[in-house]
């Protein structure tokens, strides 16, 4: 009995020491609001000119900080920026959700929202990383290496095949698409004809299930009922049955619960 407890003991302070490590390299808060070249003009100069419809969410100052520490990255980068300036942007009316410091609209901010998904802790190496998702249960991610070879490079988790497609565009790339791309020509299949009609008031929690389920074969979308939930039990979902239904396809699986 007294070599288990000794040996649980053990076991604790490790996992507690690199929990320690991890958040003693964070980087400070000061040293990741770049005063001098920040990314945000250049963002908002692509809003202003965006052909899609675009809306930057309000910003409060204490969680844009936490936020962005919490995520350790820089507002010299345009992600760093969207953190740090805005609480969110909704595009097409709110159809996709582009993660921020959270609003009252979008409450969930980027850094929480990929706890206990990609990370267990801030400053844990991470798979990927979530900054998007859409009315239909689809999510975008930069990929940090569990997605494939493209380092920082954005992958689509497609609510119709539940697959990781790469996009072939980092983040900044992303935000263009985003703002001045044929989204119907993107969500070709995926938008029922009436969709318009339910997006304007969607709850940024909040996205739409469909039956039969859209990877189905042969699924018709205008046929399909559908129902809102919670998009944190849709990740969940979405994530078990992509490993389920792609184990023998030799896709790159997320392997960041293991």
Not at 12 to 33: C, E, G, V, Y
Not at 80 to 102: A, E, K
Request: aromatic share 14%; charged share 25%.
């Amino acid at each position: 009995m007294k070599s288990i407890f000794k040996t649980f003991i053990a076991l604790t302070l490790t996992l507690f020491s690199l929990t320690t490590f991890a958040q003693d390299n964070l980087i400070s808060l000061d040293a990741l609001i770049n005063k001098t070249d920040p990314a945000w003009p250049l963002v908002k100069k692509w809003i202003d000119s965006a052909k899609n419809k675009v809306e930057i969410l309000p910003v409060d100052s204490a969680k844009a900080k936490q936020t962005l520490y919490n995520a350790q990255v820089s507002t010299y980068a345009t992600l760093g920026s969207v953190i740090y300036n805005t609480g969110g942007i909704m595009v097409d009316n709110g159809w996709i959700r582009i993660l921020g410091s959270g609003s009252e609209r979008l409450s969930r901010d980027i850094a929480t929202w990929n706890k206990e998904k990609t990370i267990k802790e801030y400053g844990d190496k991470i798979p990927y990383l979530l900054i998007a998702d859409d009315a239909i249960g689809g999510f975008f991610a930069i990929n940090y290496g569990g997605l494939g070879p493209d380092i920082k490079n954005v992958y689509y988790l497609e609510p119709n095949t539940l697959t990781w497609q790469p996009l072939g565009a980092g983040y900044g790339e992303f935000l263009v698409f985003c703002f001045d791309s044929d989204l119907n020509k993107f969500y070709k299949g995926l938008r029922w004809s009436t969709w318009s009609q339910f997006i304007g008031n969607l709850d940024g929690t909040k996205t739409y299930s469909f039956r039969p389920y859209l990877w189905e074969k042969d699924t018709d979308i205008e046929k399909c009922a559908r129902k809102l939930v919670d998009i944190e039990a849709m990740y969940r979902f979405n994530i078990l049955k992509s490993k389920e239904l792609n184990a023998d396809a030799g896709i790159k699986k997320d392997d960041s619960k293991q």
